[in-house]
């Protein structure tokens, strides 16, 4: 998740930082692509890892645990980055080091998670048992050095392209756009190769005696990824020059006397004082929104593989189903992308249908919470027309029925339309109130981030334990998220203000995004 608490910073030596003409967008078409390169691994992880963690051994309660990197990273790693690239005197300039350090950290990385199954038998796993605690830590490792080093790369990305439009507002609209465009390119060509079965025999090696054939589908998406993040960010760096940043040592000092207090995390804790009514009410209804959210994007292919599909984790009964589950909820996952883009771009008409952003985002929300609600129902469903081949329960149980898994589809599908507004409405309506209001338009928008990965954290550390007291299944969280959402809802309709009408307009141009 992306944290704006950097913006204050971004506000000084603007002379020194900020080129007299904004680049050419062919140059900033080239730094939004490296967007692509980036949500195609997010897309992984968000559809294979956790499958792939309780395939190592980690039980489905504490699989959550694992994914308290994203908001972690997300609340400190950005703001840190940001904070010093915006000072880094490196000749290559000040944003390129990190996103080329990013990147090869993000290689890194995949090299970790890809191959943790053999490097753990390598040092003294016992594939006969269940858990695998040398290839678990391996993993864990490079799980979070993955989302540690994804979170470099996007705020220098999304910094350079402010720097590339040079305060040119309508090109800065365009430049998150295209980056808005090819998150959503990424997110599509991620689902599609986690949904394929037959990626492993590209990367015939990747199948091995720790490693079966879902593990080294894994590896192979994990291959793409970095060959497709590499390639985009090499011929970035090469094709866009930024230049050094020479520091004026006088402002140096001014700024140093005037932030000494206060450090970038702390600007963030010193902005709730500022806060008026509105941004707390716009708090709450986003805390909600992402407690309703964040189970399901948690859990999403899980439910698909042993709820929907019947099966279950490792290479006993009923394994194949589950990966079948898997594949076919990483398909899911690109149908809700399609809809979450194709949305996005009409996200200023359905404002003007239903008569206003605060009215559009609590529609939403109620959507959202009746298709948590129904993930119970397309399990029932599932459930009592479950069949096995010849009767045999201790067989792998036959796929669902293609009106099931044409619920499933829809549902995925229809869950983009309030994930496009999630990612979009409740940024710039924190833009506004703190326009409204006087606070500080990047304390706001910092502390809205906060909003974000703390239910986050929450649920990445209770879904797993709430969901195993009530069976182990995936449901119960889905429940608790539809509760939420239902009240983030309600809440937005009744009690957050709507925006001035001459700003309205800004609350469908402004993006925001969810790691």
């Given at each position: ?131 695998r605690p040398r290839a678990i830590a391996i993993f864990v490792v490079g799980f979070w050095i993955l989302d540690v080093a994804n979170n470099m790369l996007q705020g220098p990305c999304r910094a350079l392209l402010a720097d590339l ?329 009744v009690l957050l203000p709507s925006p001035p009408p001459e700003l309205a307009k800004a609350a469908t141009t402004t993006g925001g995004g969810f790691h």
């Amino acid at each position: 998740m992306e944290s704006l608490s950097s913006k204050k910073s971004n506000s000084l030596h603007v002379e020194a930082l900020v080129p007299n003409e904004s680049s050419p967008v062919r140059k900033i078409i080239v730094v939004a692509s490296i967007a692509a390169g980036v949500q195609f691994g997010w897309a992984l992880q968000l559809s294979l890892l956790t499958p792939y963690v309780q395939l190592l051994g980690i039980p489905h309660k504490w699989s959550s645990f694992i994914w308290l990197c994203g908001p972690i990273s997300g609340m400190l790693v950005q703001p840190f980055v940001g904070y010093h690239s915006d000072r880094c005197t490196s000749r290559f300039g000040r944003r390129r080091p990190f996103i080329a350090a990013g990147a090869i950290a993000v290689a890194v990385a995949v090299f970790l998670i890809g191959f943790a199954a053999d490097l753990g038998h390598a040092t003294g796993d016992d594939l006969a048992m269940q858990s695998r605690p040398r290839a678990i830590a391996i993993f864990v490792v490079g799980f979070w050095i993955l989302d540690v080093a994804n979170n470099m790369l996007q705020g220098p990305c999304r910094a350079l392209l402010a720097d590339l439009s040079a305060g040119d507002h309508k090109k800065t609209r365009k430049a998150n756009a295209f980056f808005s465009f090819f998150m959503a390119v990424g997110n599509v060509l991620g689902y599609a190769a986690g949904s394929y079965s037959g990626l492993h025999k590209i990367f015939p090696f990747t199948v091995t005696k720790a490693c079966d054939i879902y593990c080294a589908n894994l590896k192979s998406c994990f291959f793409i990824s970095i060959i497709l993040l590499l390639t985009l960010t090499t011929i970035a760096l090469i094709y866009v020059k930024e230049r050094a940043f020479v520091r004026d040592e006088k402002k140096l000092e001014e700024e140093e006397e005037e932030t000494v207090t206060i450090p970038c995390f702390g600007e963030l804790l010193g902005a709730f004082h500022e806060l008026k009514k509105p941004m707390w009410i716009l708090l709450l209804v986003t805390c909600l929104n992402w407690i309703a959210w964040f189970p399901f994007l948690l859990f999403d292919t899980d439910w698909m593989g042993k709820e929907v599909y019947g099966g279950s984790v490792g290479n006993g009964k009923a394994s194949k189903a589950y990966d079948k589950g898997v594949r076919a909820g990483a398909l899911g996952l690109m149908l809700n992308s399609v809809v979450l883009g194709v949305t996005s771009l009409g996200v200023e008409i359905l404002a003007r249908v239903v008569g206003s952003v605060k009215r559009l985002w609590g529609i939403v929300n109620f959507l959202l919470a009746i298709s948590l609600a129904i993930t119970v129902l397309v399990t029932k469903m599932a459930q009592h027309s479950r069949h096995f081949p010849d009767g045999d329960i201790n067989a792998d149980p036959l796929p669902p029925t293609a009106a099931i898994k044409a619920a499933a589809f829809t549902l995925f599908s229809l869950l983009g339309i309030p994930l496009a507004i999630t990612y979009s409405i409740p940024f710039a309506l924190a833009s506004i109130f703190s326009t409204t209001t006087g606070a500080g338009q990047g304390l706001s928008l910092g502390v809205l981030n906060l909003a974000i990965v703390i239910p986050q954290m929450i649920v990445s550390v209770l879904s797993g334990p709430w969901d195993d007291a009530f069976g182990g299944g995936n449901l119960p969280a889905f429940v608790v998220g539809a509760v939420a959402a239902a009240a983030s809802g309600i809440l937005c309709i009744v009690l957050l203000p709507s925006p001035p009408p001459e700003l309205a307009k800004a609350a469908t141009t402004t993006g925001g995004g969810f790691h």
